[in-house]
């Protein structure tokens, strides 16, 4: 609906005008006829005291020739009985009908007019050029003039502001569509360039909102980095603790609060960006079963080719391998294949599976089900990253509870992504 | 005489005690909290090697090393934020030697400087352009030499053929009829059905260890695949 509200405003301008135009043509008709009907009766009254009734023949003619050209207009008078008693110009036919309607024909010509005398006789007469009042002929064509001039005039300036709003439009859309740096231009000081202002305003304000909410991540993620990388330096300096089961504690500790601190700034990292930078075919088979020789995992199935970002799915294969190690039982069984043209990616453990009523809260962050102690811990964040890069892959994932117990985690590139 | 490596970072706590364990293994350090420092003790001609925090409070430590590989070819190590892969891509490609995310395993640091200035120093050990990299590896072909951590290690000309067929093709599993097209030519029968054999020579001279290989992965029923991140750097 582009544009529409260009064509309403338009179209109600040029409904106004046709009203008014309308009614200004009813109450010139209005006017015009009664003034017109003033005027008959005058005329009428004057053609009788002119024309001298029952006078002679001589006299007669020489009045009417004399009306005839004081008016310049075809006079012809008739006798009661029809008989024609006086002629100037040419001769005007004796049609009562004309009488009394209008002084104007409709093509601007005058009209042939009949006046009945007291003696019963007739005159008829034409006027050959228009007289009298009345004389604001066709009040329609100047209207339609009129409107037509403010129609056209019109168009630009109303153009003109809905392409403003329309450039606004596209603007907040841009910046909708992920485009955080995008303003609308302000011109004017109208109520468009408010509009426009107000929503720059706004962008800028959400702009740099999600920009420190990023430097406050990043920034936070570098800060915890600082100790923990002191720390691991300090472990490995420190003579006492040299080999023992509290420094490999301290050292899975460190290395557990760093994996923590990385998946935190990835995830929101995966927040901020709306579309893959780097994407490239990767052999999805391949690089499982690169995570699978890391993970101790077992890889099966066939060569499937995905597009996308291969640190990423090395990510989401390695996150589903350790989830289901961490929460499931070995053996963990990790395969690729193709099914109605989908590459599917499943990953199963032989632990206690996932209860149905869990649903797809086991991908939300740092998901726990209830009555899972603290230290038992949550879930974290592995399976919340796999289905946020799954979804930056067009992919799907899912668990199902396969026969034989345990847990089975599908994620399914469709065919858009996967690459026969 | 002991190499004299410089540590540019700005956590004077951790550069002091990355000083001392490297002065305990057989090191010279010293360590400045800024690039501006660095920059000015490089153009000495001090150091032999680098450690380059990526985060310094007057330059992002890759225009540091931009600055520094206008004038020297110091090796350089660079610190940088585990996770953030750009970083590392861009700092291999402006000329970092090798680069280790914070925190880092202090032994594996020592690993690494310790590499990096065997390749440095080695006579047979100059930079090749076409060398493939894979970590600690290095498979470089027109020497016909594969060397881990720096040091060269022994393959048959047929071995170095697969292993350079599969090192091409990181990241994709090549079935043997595949492995076989790509490495046939001169010595077709030598690889006769022995494919298996071959690789678990490979397997014996590059991996850490050969019970489970890391670099050079069985796909069951299908081939294998020759990792495209190795040691951990995802």
Request: aromatic share 4%.
């Given at each position: ?12 301008l ?51 020739e ?14 009661p ?27 601007d ?28 002929r ?9 409107a ?17 709003l329309?450039?606004?439009?596209q ?38 909102l999600l ?11 570098h ?113 690729v ?70 847990a ?13 | ?113 310790k590499?990096?200035?065997r390749r ?107 990792a ?7």
């Amino acid at each position: 609906m582009r544009g529409s509200l260009f064509v309403k405003i338009y179209l109600t301008l040029l409904a106004s005008l046709a009203v008014v135009a309308i009614a200004s043509a009813v109450f010139v008709r209005v006017v015009q006829d009664r003034d017109a009907a003033g005027w008959t009766t005058r005329r009428d009254a004057f053609i009788a005291a002119m024309l001298p009734v029952g006078g002679d023949p001589a006299s007669l003619q020489a009045t009417v020739e004399h009306l005839s050209k004081a008016f310049d207009a075809d006079i012809t008078v008739y006798a009661p009985d029809g008989r024609v008693i006086a002629v100037a110009g040419r001769l005007v036919p004796a049609h009562e009908p004309f009488g009394r309607r209008r002084l104007m024909a409709d093509d601007d010509r005058p009209r042939p007019f009949v006046v009945r005398l007291d003696d019963g006789s007739l005159v008829a007469a034409r006027l050959r050029l228009p007289f009298g009042p009345g004389g604001g002929r066709f009040p329609l064509a100047y209207l339609a003039l009129i409107a037509a001039v403010i129609g056209v005039a019109a168009y630009p300036v109303v153009r003109h502001l809905t392409r403003r709003l329309e450039a606004v439009r596209q603007g907040m859309e841009r910046w909708g569509g992920g485009a955080l740096d995008t303003r609308v231009p302000v011109k004017g000081g109208d109520e468009v360039a408010a509009v426009a202002a107000s929503f720059n305003h706004a962008a800028e304000q959400v702009e740099r909102l999600l920009e420190s909410h990023r430097a406050l991540l990043a920034n936070a993620s570098h800060e915890l980095r600082s100790p923990l990388a002191r720390l691991r330096m300090a472990v490995d300096l420190e003579k006492s603790l040299k080999k023992g089961a509290a420094r490999e504690e301290i050292i899975r500790n460190l290395a557990e609060l760093d994996a923590l601190v990385e998946e935190i700034l990835l995830a929101s990292r995966l927040d901020h960006i709306d579309r893959l930078e780097r994407t490239e075919p990767v052999d999805l088979l391949a690089l499982t079963a690169e995570e699978g020789a890391r993970c101790g995992v077992a890889v099966g199935g066939e060569p499937a080719m995905v597009e996308g970002d291969a640190k990423l799915l090395t990510r989401l294969v390695r996150n589903l391998m350790q989830n289901a190690l961490r929460h499931g039982a070995p053996p963990v069984e990790a395969h690729v294949g193709h099914e109605n043209g989908a590459v599917v990616l499943r990953v199963r453990d032989h632990g206690p599976g996932i209860p149905a009523a869990t649903g797809d809260r086991v991908f939300e962050p740092f998901y726990r089900p209830e009555g899972r102690s603290e230290t038992a811990g949550g879930w974290g964040l592995g399976l919340s990253l796999v289905r946020q890069i799954a979804g930056h892959h067009g992919a799907g994932v899912r668990h199902e509870a396969p026969a034989g117990g345990g847990a089975c985690f599908v994620v399914t590139f469709p065919t858009a992504a996967a690459k026969a | 005489m002991a190499d004299q490596v410089l540590i540019v970072d700005d956590d004077r706590r951790l550069s002091a005690m990355l000083a001392r364990y490297l002065e305990e293994n057989g090191f010279e350090a010293a360590a400045v909290e800024t690039a501006t420092a660095g920059l000015a003790d490089i153009a000495r001609g001090g150091p032999d090697a680098v450690v380059l925090d990526v985060m310094l409070p007057d330059m992002d430590g890759f225009e540091a090393l931009r600055r520094i590989r206008q004038t020297s070819d110091v090796p350089v190590l660079m610190l940088t934020a585990r996770g953030d892969e750009t970083d590392r891509i861009v700092g291999l490609e402006i000329g970092a030697d090798d680069y280790l995310p914070k925190p880092f395993n202090p032994r594996e640091l020592l690993a690494r400087l310790k590499a990096i200035l065997r390749r440095r120093n080695g006579p047979a050990a100059a930079p090749s352009p076409r060398a493939l990299r894979f970590g600690r590896l290095e498979i470089d072909p027109p020497s016909r030499s594969v060397r881990l951590d720096g040091q060269e290690r022994p393959l048959t000309s047929h071995q170095f053929d697969l292993l350079v067929a599969l090192a091409e093709n990181a990241g994709r599993t090549l079935s043997r009829e595949q492995l076989m097209d790509l490495v046939k030519g001169e010595q077709l029968e030598a690889f006769d059905r022995s494919i298996d054999v071959h690789v678990s020579r490979i397997r014996a001279a590059i991996e850490d260890d050969a019970r489970h290989p890391r670099r050079i992965i069985t796909v069951r029923g299908v081939g294998y695949v020759f990792a495209r991140f190795q040691d951990d750097e995802r």
